[in-house]
């Protein structure tokens, strides 16, 4: 049990275009979802928190219009990076939360801006 | 401000013997600390939690204790495999309000020797 599945694994863009990232709980239901990014041989960086049918909550620093985020049902969120730049390149992970505290993250997805 | 820290960034141990790695936080308001397994360019995998009111949680080979009074939790692990071998990181997290997260430390890389 609690998989968590991201699509794409990887992904190649060219700068100013926007990149589409999902998130999915794939058996049990994600009260909250997160997502993190993180830069090589760095912890992860908390990115932003959503609960289903709610808007996110971003940390600080993170820009929500360049980051959006849905989390449209309690198995799905995405995030999508707008009008992307070289320096959005990076590893994105999400996780997901049901009841209990315990959170269970996808396998994340690379994201190469050209 | 590093809430959760963990200072030993590697940790080199033998096949068969138990591999012990450290954790440090200064926030007395987490309500729960979980230990994650991560490989280069994946998701973390949840290894084990503990509620801050327990002093230890054993799942398996996995052990983690808690030491309240002293802001520190330990993750054993023994026997140790080489397939133990990744980056693990610790994390606290509460209930509620602005703990409503998880807050990593920086990881501790161990290498389990055949």
């Known amino acids: 049990g609690a998989v968590v599945s991201q699509h794409p694994s990887w992904v190649i863009c060219k700068s100013g275009t926007s990149v589409k990232i999902e998130c999915r709980s794939l058996d049990f239901q994600a009260t909250t979802m997160f997502w993190y990014r993180q830069f090589p041989k760095q912890s992860l960086m908390l990115m932003a928190t959503?609960?289903?049918?709610?808007?996110?909550?971003?940390e600080q620093g993170v820009e929500k219009d360049k980051f959006l985020i849905n989390h449209a049902s309690l198995t799905l969120s995405t995030l999508t990076v707008t009008s992307a730049h070289p320096e959005d390149s990076s590893f994105y992970i999400c996780?997901?939360?049901?009841?209990?505290?315990?959170?269970?993250f996808g396998p994340g997805t690379r994201l190469t801006v050209t | 401000d590093q809430q959760v820290k963990q200072n030993s960034p590697s940790l080199s141990v033998q096949e068969g013997r138990i591999s012990i790695l450290n954790c440090d936080y200064t926030?007395?308001?987490?309500?729960?600390f979980l230990w994650y397994k991560k490989y280069p360019a994946e998701g973390p995998t949840f290894l084990i939690s503990i509620s801050s009111i327990k002093d230890k949680n054993e799942d398996g080979r996995f052990t983690v204790f808690l030491n309240k009074s002293a802001k520190h939790l330990s993750l054993h692990i023994v026997p140790s495999q080489p397939g133990d071998s990744a980056v693990y990181f610790c994390?606290?997290?509460?209930?509620?309000?602005?703990?409503?997260?998880?807050?990593f430390g920086t990881g501790t890389l161990l290498a389990v020797q055949p």
């Open positions: 959503s609960n289903e049918g709610s808007k996110a909550t971003y």
């Open positions: 996780s997901c939360r049901a009841q209990s505290y315990e959170q269970y």
């Open positions: 994390a606290g997290g509460g209930t509620g309000g602005a703990t409503n997260k998880l807050i």
């Open positions: 926030n007395s308001m987490f309500d729960y």
